[in-house]
């Protein structure tokens, strides 16, 4: 075999080794396979690109989309109310000329309008008074001392009505309850007897 000097010297192409003939050929296959996984990653970051631009634009429709249904909402409670707020400024005029009932009765009827009209909306009153206090209805704001066992933890009275929509509490109702002391009577005899002795 003639070594690449002689080669050189007989002015023949040198012959490649197989070795270096592979390590060119996986060379040449490595650059193919990274030019691939380039082209790959640089769609893939195009998709990505792509795919934040259409949630961005989603985000803002739908925050869009919402903020019209908050005042479309807005819009129609308003129309809605607005017939009981004609009935207060008629009334408002006529306050020289009605007697003082017959201003109270316009007033009743204003407020049975605007109940009814609030109903219609889904918003309903609790009922609290001469109930058991419940904590998720109830706001208890004072509390009495009473001496019937069976009005112990009832509402005793509605200082401030409170209201659902829906089934969904808004406002708690504000209530005095009742509360039933046991030893009451046993604490007064010993109490009358320390003074009386």
Known sequence: METEEQQKKSGQPAKEQPEEKNKRAAKAELKKQLEHMQEEATDYKELLQRLQAEFENYRKRA???LAESKERANAETLAKI?????SFEIALKNTNTESRTQFAEG?????????TTLEGLGL???KAEGQMFDPYLHEALM????????LDNKVLEELQKGYMLKEAVIRHSKVKIGKFAENREGKETEQTEEQNG
Request: aromatic residues 0%; charged residues 30%; hydrophobic residues 45%.
């Open 63 to 65: 925050a869009k989309e």
């Open 82 to 86: 607005l017939p009981v707020l004609d």
């Open 107 to 115: 007033i009743r009827m204003i407020h049975s309008q605007l109940c």
């Open 124 to 126: 309903k009153a609790i």
């Open 143 to 150: 509390v009495e001392n009473v001496e019937n066992r069976e």
